[in-house]
């Protein structure tokens, strides 16, 4: 995991694991209902070619800040696997190629508890310089692999969210070496957690414009 960059005990990106469903609003993305079927070598974090899942932003102009990511567990694990070693990609997508915006890796030790188990949520949140901004009806990525034991990613167990598929890339085990996708043509359960950007209000338009002006005048 050589070149990640890495989070500190303090700093923005924080690892957390939860037994119960994100709470959601209107511009987040997300599958929750997850059964236990797992496909070998598509739906595990020590894949070659880790699992993922694209989803598109929604449109109004808007952009969008991205502050959690989540995959959830299909029950299937190496035991109770830890916090060390996760490495997280977010990238943008045209067709089947992945053009990647931020890699997120985690170190062996963080602060707080952690006790992931093979059917929790595994959460990514950022925040603060961390914080990604997404642009509106664009198609974007995310996936996830860990380096020391496995982790079973579910398949939701629906598939009908309509905004993305479950894929992985062709990257080696344990790495992100890849930029190409094959999708799978189902969902993972996922969640996505989307906040837009507000846009400056014309009172605020207004009175750059004055400034702007008085600026002139006294020029």
């Given at each position: 995991m050589a070149g990640l960059p890495l989070a500190r005990s303090g700093a923005a990106v924080i690892l957390d694991d939860s037994s119960v469903d994100p709470v959601t609003?209107?511009?987040?993305?997300?599958?929750?209902?997850?059964?236990?079927?797992?496909?070998?070598g598509q739906d595990y974090s020590d894949n070659s070619g880790p699992p993922g899942q694209t989803f598109t932003t929604p449109g109004g102009g808007a952009n969008y800040t991205l502050t959690v990511i989540g995959f959830k567990?299909?029950?299937?694990?190496?035991?109770?696997?830890?916090?060390?070693?996760?490495a997280f990609r977010i990238s943008s997508v045209s067709g089947s190629t992945l053009t990647p915006i931020s890699t997120f890796g985690i170190p062996t030790s963080l602060p707080g508890n952690f006790g992931l188990s093979s059917s929790n949520w595994l959460l990514l949140s950022l925040t603060d310089s961390d914080f990604l901004s997404l642009l509106p009806s664009t198609?974007?990525?995310?996936?996830?692999?860990?380096?020391?034991?496995?982790?079973?990613?579910?398949?939701?167990?629906?598939?009908?969210?309509?905004?993305?598929?479950?894929?992985?890339?062709?990257?080696?085990?344990?790495?992100?070496?890849?930029?190409?996708?094959?999708?799978?043509g189902r969902d993972r359960a996922f969640f996505v957690d989307l906040t837009p950007v507000p846009e400056p209000s014309a009172a605020m338009l207004g009175w750059a414009a004055l400034g702007i002006g008085a600026l002139r005048r006294r020029r």
């Open positions: 609003d209107a511009y987040d993305h997300y599958q929750f209902t997850a059964n236990s079927t797992v496909n070998n567990g299909s029950g299937q694990a190496d035991g109770s696997i830890g916090q060390s070693g996760w198609t974007y990525a995310i996936e996830a692999f860990s380096d020391s034991r496995w982790w079973g990613f579910g398949e939701a167990a629906d598939g009908n969210y309509a905004g993305g598929s479950a894929f992985n890339s062709n990257s080696g085990q344990r790495s992100f070496s890849g930029t190409s996708i094959s999708l799978r």
